[in-house]
């Protein structure tokens, strides 16, 4: 994607994105909507990217996609790391998430990056096969010192 990328080019691109890393991916329109809205910044790369939005003191990531064939090579690690990074600047104390309890490599990249468990949404996410996980409400303190390594 380009500077000149426009607002619709960008979403179609993030939906794209979104429906190769999850069984249930998000529609164009919803990350239009998404990046209408004031407080939401985006960090893309060819392979991924995520969406965070900020709202006074804290922030929340709202998706992190990486295509499968780009997974376990330290780009969700460096997206995560630009949410937290961009948080911080907009004025963030406190990044949350909410991760399925059945997801063990996302459970450990945020590990990692240095978020903690706060609480659990009982079969909050709907499986393909009509099963319920738990969500686990994460929180990372972006006051404090940096507990995630520096960016290659």
């Not at 939005?53 to 969700?76: H, M």
């Not at 990249?109 to 393909?128: D, N």
Request: charged share 25%; proline share 5%.
């Amino acid at each position: 994607m380009t500077e000149s990328t426009t607002e619709s080019e960008m979403a179609e691109h993030l939906a794209a994105l979104h429906a190769q890393a999850f069984a249930a991916p998000w529609e164009a329109g919803a990350f239009a909507d998404l990046l209408a809205q004031p407080g939401v910044l985006l960090g893309v790369e060819p392979d991924g990217f995520i969406l965070i939005r900020v709202v006074l003191d804290e922030a929340e990531i709202l998706t992190l996609a990486v295509r499968p064939g780009a997974r376990r090579r330290g780009l969700g690690r460096r997206l995560v790391q630009r949410a937290c990074d961009a948080a911080a600047t907009a004025g963030a104390h406190s990044l949350f998430l909410e991760v399925a309890e059945d997801n063990a490599a996302a459970r450990a990249l945020y590990a990692r990056a240095g978020f903690v468990e706060i609480g659990r949404r009982k079969a909050y996410y709907a499986g393909a096969d009509g099963r319920r996980t738990d969500a686990l409400a994460l929180r990372r303190d972006l006051s404090g010192p940096r507990v995630t390594p520096t960016l290659p």
